[in-house]
T-cell receptor, first 110, second 114 residues
Framework: AQRVTQPEKLLSVFKGAPVELKCNYS??????LFWYVQYSRQRLQLLLR??SRESIKGFTADLNKGETSFHLKKPFAQEEDSAMYYC????????????FGQGTRLTINP | KAGVTQTPRYLIKTRGQQVTLSCSPI?????VSWYQQTPGQGLQFLFE???????NKGNFPGRFSGRQFSNSRSEMNVSTLELGDSALYLC?????????????FGPGTRLTVT
C-alpha cells in the first residue's frame, strides 16, 4: 500500500542551525511528492513540489528513489520556520489522491 | 483573489445526527477535494469532485458523501454521526485536481460529535 512516513513527530533546533525533516515513502510507481506547511493560525499551504526542483524560503527537498526518501532541508533555520510540516505523495494508480504523512512539528529556538 | 471558504467553522452535533459542511472554491477552480484531519489518523483523503462529478474517492464508509454544484461549490454530508467522526474537515480547490500543485486549502470546519 502507498504510505508516507515522517518518523519525527517533533523536531527542535536552534536558530541558524541546519534542519532536516525526514520523509520516506512506499509507492510502486513513479512518485510525485510534495511538502506542505501549516504555520500557526494559518491554512495548510504548499511549500514545494519535487518536480519543480526549486528552493522555497530556503528549503529544498531531493527525491531519492533508491532510499525512497524526500527529506526537507534548510541550511540555516529561522524562527519563522516554526510550523507543522507534512510530506505528501500523489497516488495516481487507482483512485488518485494525496496521501499525507503524520506531520512533523518543527520548533526553532532563539 | 478570495481564498477557499468553508462554513460553518465550528459545529457540535450529537451521535446519530447528520451534518452538512460547505466549501466554496477559488473562482475558476473546478476541483474540490475533502480531507479529514484527526490527531490519530492525520490527514486522510475523503473524495474529490470535478465539474459536478465525483472523480476520486478515499477509504471512508458510505455515511460520508458529497456533491458539487454548477458553480463549483461543494458540500459534504455525514450521516449517522459517530464519536469518531469528530475531526477537522478541510477542503481544497484547484484548477486541475488532486495532486495538482495548485491546490489551495480552506481554514477547515471543526466538527465535534458528542
Amino acid at each position: 500500500a502507498q504510505r508516507v512516513t515522517q518518523p519525527e513527530k517533533l523536531l527542535s533546533v536552534f536558530k541558524g542551525a541546519p534542519v532536516e525533516l525526514k520523509c520516506n515513502y512506499s509507492y510502486s510507481g513513479s512518485p510525485e511528492l510534495f511538502w506542505y506547511v501549516q504555520y500557526s493560525r494559518q491554512r495548510l499551504q504548499l511549500l514545494l513540489r519535487h518536480i519543480s526542483r526549486e528552493s522555497i524560503k530556503g528549503f529544498t527537498a531531493d527525491l531519492n528513489k533508491g532510499e525512497t526518501s524526500f527529506h526537507l532541508k534548510k541550511p540555516f533555520a529561522q524562527e519563522e520556520d516554526s510550523a507543522m510540516y507534512y510530506c505528501a505523495l500523489n497516488q495516481i494508480q487507482g483512485a488518485q489522491k494525496l496521501v499525507f504523512g503524520q506531520g512533523t512539528r518543527l520548533t526553532i529556538n532563539p | 483573489k478570495a481564498g477557499v471558504t468553508q462554513t460553518p467553522r465550528y459545529l457540535i452535533k450529537t451521535r446519530g445526527q447528520q451534518v452538512t459542511l460547505s466549501c466554496s472554491p477559488i473562482s475558476g477552480h473546478r476541483s474540490v477535494s475533502w480531507y479529514q484531519q484527526t490527531p490519530g489518523q492525520g490527514l486522510q483523503f475523503l473524495f474529490e469532485y470535478f465539474s459536478e462529478t465525483q472523480r476520486n474517492k478515499g477509504n471512508f464508509p458510505g455515511r460520508f458523501s458529497g456533491r458539487q454544484f454548477s458553480n463549483s461549490r461543494s458540500e459534504m454530508n455525514v450521516s449517522t454521526l459517530e464519536l469518531g467522526d469528530s475531526a477537522l474537515y478541510l477542503c481544497a480547490s484547484s484548477l486541475r485536481g488532486v495532486g495538482s500543485y495548485e491546490q489551495y486549502f480552506g481554514p477547515g470546519t471543526r466538527l465535534t460529535v458528542t
